[in-house]
């Protein structure tokens, strides 16, 4: 008789169009057979899931809606998103027992990968495994093509970054550092502020939860106006950005955090100022830019061995806390990336 295995799995129960809440998700046990062998065919295997990625756009899979550029998870189904793994057993001869490799997964303590081509093999062994979730995966890479590739950045462009201490914005602002730039962070609590200015390097910080008036804010910080706006927030950053923005300033629209959870999403108000001021504001996926993934991989990695950047994550350990760490994100209440560590190798 096959064997059977456990295989705790967190369950996405059904679309959604308000905020997520820990019960749009429920631990299920489910069970893998096989007693822990990938199936015969082309290209299969198991993998055992170490660290699963909470990212803000997994919240546009919950919708329902197929006009994304990533399709919906599917109700019953285990929530998918950026992991790392081992792999346990393989039909694929580019994946061997024992091999990490990062990639697509699913929320569940063992995942059957069928698409190997979305797999990257984990070769470096002397950063922590969770930072190709971060710091060396898909927000790390955005944070890269981002600035780079969007924001067309010039030494001594004064930088604004909203979300500052996230995922994505803390590693845009470090590389603004090492271009040259004057940087300012926005995030929403004293203690993130405090680590944008002491941890992260970044030449100032603000609580926007702090500041009655964001155009003053703003004003305050860049008296000469903003060359580089760095968005992942939208909404009365956004608004405020506009009115002080420098002529042939960038804007790079990487997220809108603030409008995730609106069933009427807030308009901008202040979109003229991109005629008198030729601003060029453009929104950007990190998957257009795969063939840069090389380069930015080996340039972060000697960023991070000479000490020249540092990256914050905020880990919780059990799958079972996966539901409340992924809502916390639109609460604020992560500091760094945030990663759940599900087993060790």
């Known amino acids: 008789m096959e064997q059977q295995m456990e295989n705790r799995q967190v369950i996405f129960k059904g679309f959604i169009k308000r905020a997520p809440r820990e019960t749009d998700m429920e631990l299920k046990v489910g069970s893998i057979g096989g007693g822990l062998k990938a199936p015969a065919g082309p290209g299969a295997f198991l993998v055992k899931n170490l660290y699963l990625s909470c990212d803000p756009y997994m919240r546009g899979r919950m919708r329902g809606s197929r006009t994304s550029y990533i ?24 994946f061997k027992p024992g091999d990490l490799v990062s990639g697509m997964t699913g929320w569940e303590e063992y995942s059957l990968i069928r698409k190997s081509n979305q797999l990257r093999k984990i070769e470096q062994h002397d950063v922590p495994l969770s930072y190709h979730l971060g ?21 001594g462009d004064t930088v604004l970054v909203s979300a500052a201490s996230g995922a994505v914005g803390q590693l845009v602002g470090q590389l603004a550092k090492l271009h040259g730039c004057y940087v300012v962070g926005s995030a929403g609590s004293s203690q993130k502020v405090d680590l944008l200015k002491n941890k992260l390097g970044f030449d100032e910080a603000f609580d926007y939860k702090e500041e009655p008036d964001l155009d003053a804010a703003l004003k305050r910080y860049f008296p000469q106006g903003i060359d580089i706006y760095f968005d992942n927030v939208g909404g009365d950053m956004l608004d405020a950005a506009l009115l002080n923005m420098r002529v042939d300033g960038r804007i790079a629209v990487c997220g809108m955090v603030s409008q995730h959870s609106q069933t009427n999403p807030q308009g901008i108000h202040n979109l003229f100022n991109l005629i008198p001021k030729r601003i060029k504001m453009q929104g950007f996926l990190q998957s257009d830019f795969l063939h840069l993934f090389p380069h930015f991989f080996n340039q972060v990695m000697e960023y991070y061995k000479q000490g020249k950047i540092t990256y914050m994550e905020d880990t919780v350990r059990g799958l079972e806390h996966a539901p409340a760490a992924f809502v916390g994100l639109f609460l604020g209440r992560n500091v760094g990336k945030q990663v759940i560590h599900v087993a060790s190798p």
């Open 71 to 94: 399709p919906p998870f599917v109700p019953g189904q285990p929530i998918e998103g950026f992991g790392v793994s081992k792999v346990i057993d393989s039909d694929d001869p580019d």
């Open 135 to 155: 710091l060396l995966g898909m927000p790390g890479f955005t944070a890269y093509v981002g600035f780079h590739e969007i924001c067309s950045p010039k030494q």
